[in-house]
């Protein structure tokens, strides 16, 4: 395959947990098990495995659109799958799509989309599907449901090309397209929202409903700071809205949240310019995910408030 080939890399999240858990034999033999099913549902839909990349698989294919069935399909049942699995052997997919032109040279194929497709791989964080504008002009209006992220700084690259979220789960699109005014109207408010703690390292703070809006970032005018380089200046802020408590990301390299023991809530939760309500108690990692150790994490935890996850383009 040459020009205007569409790469697609799809990673598995978790594996270092897994190969804790299971010993090396056993994960290696899951590990391995998923990425020739990956491999299988790319080569069923016109792809070609290019390489398997350990706990990841690099495939190219001919068009954007045969590359989001694929994808589409990894998701959905790779997501029916981990619900029959314990939690500590859970292993969401992340997956990368850009489209472009494509060097193959023995073997290898090399080229902006495939570096694209990588970053973008690394970038979407577990369970997501993040694809370039250009794989996005290749669906037919209405094929797929998908959310434009703006344009997303790379590093290495000089451009900040444009992004799109996927949004594949099924049981969950409706919410995530509704309009704003209809998405509040439709969720179960808790006016009792009272207060949130943050603690990050030393650092602890408390803010009650009647203390926000306040900004988490690495400045001096931010109530909350976090002074490490991959923060922003204002990076993300906290809100009250109508008796939720709210969280936007506001950032360059976007704002990741895992709630403690939430049913139905797999792995971490991505935002790029996006919001989510904050409930019970979990972790916020500034500028890379939970799942990079050194990133930079705010415990939080929530005092009342409500118990349903929404999600909003940010305004």
């Keep these: 395959m040459g020009a205007n080939s569409t790469v697609v890399f799809a990673d598995l999240t978790g594996s270092t947990r897994v190969f804790e858990a299971m010993g090396n034999a056993r994960a290696t033999d899951t590990v391995t098990r998923l990425t020739q099913w990956i491999g299988g549902v790319c080569e ?3 792809g070609r495995v290019v390489k398997m990349l350990g706990d990841g698989v690099l495939a190219i294919f001919p068009a954007g659109d045969i590359a989001t069935a694929a994808v589409l399909e990894l998701q959905r049942n790779h997501q029916k799958r981990l619900q029959a699995w314990p939690a ?7 997956i990368g799509v850009a489209s472009g032109d494509v060097l193959e040279v023995d073997g290898d194929c090399y080229g902006d989309a495939v570096n694209l497709a990588s970053r973008l791989s690394d970038l979407a964080g577990p369970g997501q599907i993040w694809v370039t504008e250009s794989v996005v002009e290749q669906l037919k209006e209405g094929e797929v449901r998908h959310r434009n992220l703006g344009p997303i700084t790379i590093r290495g690259k000089n451009e900040t090309p444009i992004v799109h979220r996927i949004d594949w789960q099924e049981e969950m699109s409706e919410f995530l397209t509704m309009p704003a005014t209809l998405a509040q109207t439709n969720r179960a408010v808790d006016s009792s929202f009272g207060q949130i703690e943050l603690s990050w390292l030393d650092v602890r703070a ?11 970032g690495r400045v001096d005018e931010a109530q909350f700071v976090v002074n490490d380089p991959r923060v922003s200046r204002l990076h993300a802020r906290i809100e009250a809205r109508q008796g939720s408590c709210v969280l936007v990301d506001v950032s360059t390299y976007g704002t990741w949240v895992r709630f403690h023991g939430s049913a139905g809530v797999s792995g971490e939760i991505a935002l790029r310019r996006d919001e989510c309500v904050l409930h019970g108690s979990g972790e916020i990692g500034l500028g890379a995910p939970l799942s990079d150790f050194s990133a930079p994490t705010i415990t939080f935890n929530t005092t009342g408030g409500e118990l349903v996850l929404g999600r909003r383009d940010a305004r």
Excluded: E, K, N, T
């Design 44 to 46: 069923a839909h016109g």
């Design 88 to 94: 500590a052997l859970r292993m969401d997919l992340q």
């Design 206 to 216: 408390l803010f009650s409903a009647a203390d926000l809006p306040i900004h988490l």
